[in-house]
């Protein structure tokens, strides 16, 4: 059954695929922040293990809903982690070493680029596809991550 929600067809395809790169930056950030918490190293370990527990099961949360959004305006969700590395704008690796200023370094850049993405198109979604629900869910994707890239850019003083 089609999707009848007051989009233009063609406008819900620019958001669903605009979405899906979105769904893929946030998977290769959310592996990252996986790999961070796993082989951090040093004598802040305990501490920064944890913070990446946490940075990580809130890049999970955000996963599922941008798919469920994916979903919603009538469209299928990426799932595979080819399809993810074809459309991120985020590098797979990339970190200096197994410090945490070099993962929290890293992870942080990734995050900025996420929020530049998501500012780019609160605008684009509101006022050229006219789709104003999508436009107010990734304003709040973009304020989480602003959290996110705060409490990162944090240990780096």
């Known amino acids: 059954m089609k999707t009848q929600i007051g989009i233009k067809p ?3 395809v620019q958001v669903a695929d605009a979405l899906n790169k979105l769904l893929s930056d946030e998977h290769v950030l959310y592996i990252k922040t996986r790999n961070a918490h796993w082989n951090v190293e040093g004598p802040d370990f305990a501490s ?3 913070f990446f527990e ?3 099961d809130e890049l999970e949360g ?6 469920e959004r994916i979903r919603s305006i009538g469209h299928y969700a990426e799932g595979t982690m080819s399809e993810y590395l074809k459309l991120t704008q985020l590098s797979e690796e990339s970190r200096e070493g197994n ?13 900025e ?4 993405e998501l500012r780019e198109n609160i605008t684009r ?17 973009m304020e989480t991550h602003e959290k996110m890239a705060w409490m990162l850019r944090a240990h780096l003083k």
């Open 99 to 111: 410090d945490s200023l070099s993962y929290i370094k890293d992870l942080l850049s990734d995050h």
């Open 62 to 67: 955000i996963i599922d809903t941008v798919a």
């Open 54 to 56: 946490g940075q990580y």
């Open 125 to 141: 979604f509101a006022e050229d596809l006219h789709d104003l629900g999508t436009s107010d869910f990734i304003t709040g994707l």
């Open 48 to 50: 920064v293990h944890k």
């Open 10 to 12: 063609e406008d819900s």
């Open 113 to 116: 680029a996420v929020i530049i």
